[in-house]
């Protein structure tokens, strides 16, 4: 497996690649790997010729007082867990190989920032999207996997690059979880034993929100209502929100609508780190 740091020998390595006429799958984190950077990595191995992994800790979707300095940082344990998932190459710039100059162009995307994430972490999203389109610019067209773990950043980056025509198909993967339900994250590594206890409770408020649709509850504020009354039950969990939306406009409509798919999303704190966490369910 290659490891590289900067961009150009990252950019010559996959232009080499594609003129060899092999196909670019390519996985961006922010490391301290896990089972679900692995399925991606996976995933990505099973559609494409060669499999870039990248691990950059962009400090552009970090607001003030985030965890930035203290997000964690395994970098020879993840170069293993990289090349045991199958992944071809690494790349690992340093903040100043990514922004040699603080960057003044941004890239925005409208309506789909603004509730939920956007509105919790306002200057989240341009970090995300700015970081994204720049590693796209550098690796190329290719193939790129993002985790339904984070669903309404697969829908900005979705939107993204249909807008912009960037030469990259978006793969969306389903959320890889612990036995006990919770979503697994990078941050979890934050939570104490009794923290990582309560923190099943987001889980389980998804479960029981999808099993009142399923049952035939139609009005989302019922549901958003339930879901967040499991989480205020929990003395150790903050609720930031609980919400049912459509899965494309993330939009909460004024009803389920019969034959339609539905999207629960939640965050809740537990201890220091934010939770993320959302389901899917057909509506019968
Ligand atoms: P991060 O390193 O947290 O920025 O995540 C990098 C990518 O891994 C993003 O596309 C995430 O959605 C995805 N991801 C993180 N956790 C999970 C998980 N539990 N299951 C599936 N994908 C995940």
New binding site residues.
């Given amino acids: 497996m290659l490891v590289l740091s900067t961009k150009s020998e990252f950019r010559e390595h996959l232009e080499t690649v594609r003129a060899l006429g092999r196909t670019v799958g390519l996985v961006?984190?922010?490391?301290a790997l896990h089972e679900?950077?692995l399925?991606?990595i996976r995933a990505a191995v099973a559609d494409c010729d060669v499999v870039a992994l990248t691990i950059f800790v962009n400090p552009l979707q970090f607001g003030a007082g985030e965890d930035l300095s203290a997000y964690p940082r395994p970098l020879e344990r993840d170069l293993e867990l990289a090349e045991d998932a199958g992944a071809d190459v690494v790349f690992t710039p340093s903040t100043d190989e990514m922004y040699p100059e603080p960057t003044l162009s941004n890239v925005h995307v409208e309506e789909l920032t603004a509730g939920m994430e956007g509105a919790s972490r306002p200057t989240h999203f341009d970090g995300v999207t700015t970081v994204v389109t720049k590693l796209f610019n550098i690796a190329g067209p290719s193939r790129a996997y993002?985790?339904?773990?984070?669903f309404q950043?697969l829908a900005v980056v979705r939107r993204m690059t249909m807008d912009l025509d960037q030469p990259v198909t978006v793969i969306g993967?389903p959320?890889?979880r612990e036995a006990d339900g919770l979503?697994?994250?990078?941050r979890n590594v934050y939570l104490s034993a009794s923290e990582r206890e309560a923190a099943t409770v987001i889980n389980r408020a998804l479960r029981a929100g999808a099993a009142m649709i399923s049952a035939g509850e139609r009005d989302p504020s019922v549901v958003e209502t339930h879901m967040a009354s499991i989480i205020e039950a929990e003395p150790l969990a903050e609720l930031d929100y609980a919400v049912v939306v459509d899965p494309d406009s993330l939009e909460t409509p004024a009803e389920l609508v019969s034959g339609t798919t539905a999207r629960l999303l939640m965050v809740a704190k537990v201890g220091t780190p934010r939770l993320l966490d959302n389901l899917g369910v057909d509506v019968p």
């Fill in positions: 961006p984190t922010m490391g679900g950077h399925s991606l993002f985790g339904e773990k984070d950043q993967c959320i890889v979503a697994m994250s990078s």
